[in-house]
């Protein structure tokens, strides 16, 4: 019996669609069979399968187990918890792959799937691949067996093997996504005071959305934090793979400043080493991680991307502007929000300053947020391809690893096509206001040549 997908499905590095119109059971069981079958063909026979907190993920996760087990592949049950934990299932069982079930941080009525395969991540071609595989419906046949594992103590337990941080006064909003549960159990092991927001796991996000790379999702924290006067606090998106965090006097810490602060614990234990970044970055994080010694490496975005250039250069630590962060020195080098906020923790302790501290010897960059810019699904990948024509046209210095980097005079600009919303994601940084005003009306332009109107915003 054959399945098609929904194209929009495969997405560059997971598969993620609107319940009850581009995604459904039909879609969970196909995936569950077409995964079998790779698993079989490759000699293995076990995987492991999580889901995250949506209202969805029970049924989508019902139906693609029924789909693994009729394909042959045995099944490792852990249940409700975040994508990390799945993750570090897969790492450390005898399995020859994993999927979560998780709409991460998009709308409540999404959701999707995350997948590894033989210890590493799944995504780009091997997605279509197994589009094309379930179109065939040339599936194995079997009946596979369920185990049900309880396996968030033992996460819990890893990620605070070797723990030698301070104790610091924290709080930590869970968004009502699935972190919630290990960040209860976390902050008993945690020395310190420790402030919860939002643990309890609702799929409907009754108090904020759960996205800590947009700003208004952190107001809740902001306020905890000044309130009761802490050191910090963290956040999580909605499958606790990101983290946000904010100093103790409200001002939040970027993705790329939260990865130049590791920076330099990392390197001090690793000299010389390459860090992986995303091109959404901002300059002061390559040029902060070369004069530490390190070699900055500029990459695609994307969870899977990262990773994977991490792993085939042997970088000991990545991330992105999302708040996707990537150990690899002393854990597995996926990204990990829980493990993230731990390892802050321990970097504020070793290098003897507070997470306030630290974020003021940040330079101060005159930059957009990340901007997302809607359009439809079809036109986003040729809206980038156009723009980069007039690009090379103009003779125009930029970079093309993941859409369109743009050097100019005043600074840098980026467009790209996202790879989990049907939008295009903006970013600018320049030396002095009166520049930033300049790229953005350069990225307007632009837009508005390929048919878009788009109102540029005004700096901060």
């Known amino acids: 019996m054959a399945h098609r997908f929904e194209p929009t499905l495969l997405r560059e590095y997971d598969m993620r669609g609107v319940v009850g119109a581009t995604l459904g059971p039909t879609d969970a069981y196909a995936l569950g069979r077409s995964f079998a079958t790779l698993v079989r063909r490759a000699d293995g026979s076990r995987v492991v399968v999580g889901y995250d907190g949506r209202l969805s993920s029970p049924m989508l996760e019902a139906q693609l187990v029924r789909g693994l087990r009729e394909g042959g592949v045995d099944v490792d049950r852990i249940g409700l918890g975040p994508t990390p934990m799945l993750y570090y299932a897969e790492a450390e069982r ?11 941080h998009n709308p409540a009525d999404h959701n999707g799937f995350k997948l590894v395969f033989q210890h590493t991540p799944f995504f780009g071609q091997a997605i279509q691949d197994l589009g094309k595989l379930s179109a065939a419906g040339d599936w194995s046949e079997g009946q596979g067996r369920v185990e049900n594992v309880d396996i968030m103590d033992a996460y819990v337990t890893r990620l605070m093997q070797g723990f030698d941080g301070a104790a610091w006064r924290i709080g930590w909003d869970a968004g009502n996504g699935a972190a919630g549960p290990v960040v209860e159990k976390l902050v008993k092991l945690i020395p310190g005071e420790h402030h919860l927001l939002f643990t309890d796991i609702d799929g409907n996000f009754p108090n904020h959305h759960p996205d800590p790379s947009e700003e208004g999702n952190l107001a809740d924290l902001r306020d905890l934090v000044r309130a009761k006067k802490l050191d910090f606090g963290v956040a999580f998106d909605g499958d ?8 103790g006097r409200g001002r939040i810490i970027w993705g790329d400043q939260l990865l130049a602060l590791f920076a330099e614990v990392v390197l001090q234990d690793v000299p010389g080493a390459s860090i992986v970044a995303d091109v959404k970055g901002s300059q002061m994080l390559f040029d902060r991680i070369a004069a530490l010694g390190g070699e900055p490496v500029m990459w695609k975005a994307g969870h899977s991307l990262i990773k994977s250039k991490m792993k085939q250069i042997g970088s000991p630590l990545g991330g992105e502007m999302t708040g996707h962060v990537f ?3 002393d854990y597995y080098g996926f990204d990990d929000g829980l493990f993230a906020a731990v390892r802050l923790i321990r970097a504020a302790s070793h290098l003897g300053r507070s997470i306030t501290d630290l974020r003021s010897g940040i330079p101060e960059m005159i930059n957009t947020p990340e901007i997302r810019i809607s359009l439809p699904e079809e036109r986003k990948f040729a809206v980038i391809a156009e723009i980069l024509d007039r690009l090379r046209a103009t003779g125009a210095v930029f970079d093309d690893i993941d859409g369109a980097r743009v050097r100019t005079i005043d600074g840098w600009w980026l467009l ?18 009166a520049g930033l005003v300049r790229i953005l009306a350069e990225i ?11 109102s540029s915003p005004t700096p901060k």
């Open 327 to 329: 150990f690899a020195d």
């Open 240 to 247: 606790g793979d990101r983290i946000g965090v904010v100093d």
């Open 444 to 454: 307007e332009s632009h837009l508005f040549d390929s048919g878009l109107n788009w």
């Open 416 to 433: 790209r096509a996202s790879n989990t919303q049907n939008a295009l994601t903006a970013r600018a940084e320049a030396h002095d206001a």
């Open 94 to 104: 005898d399995v020859s792959g994993g999927i979560q079930i998780t709409g991460s």
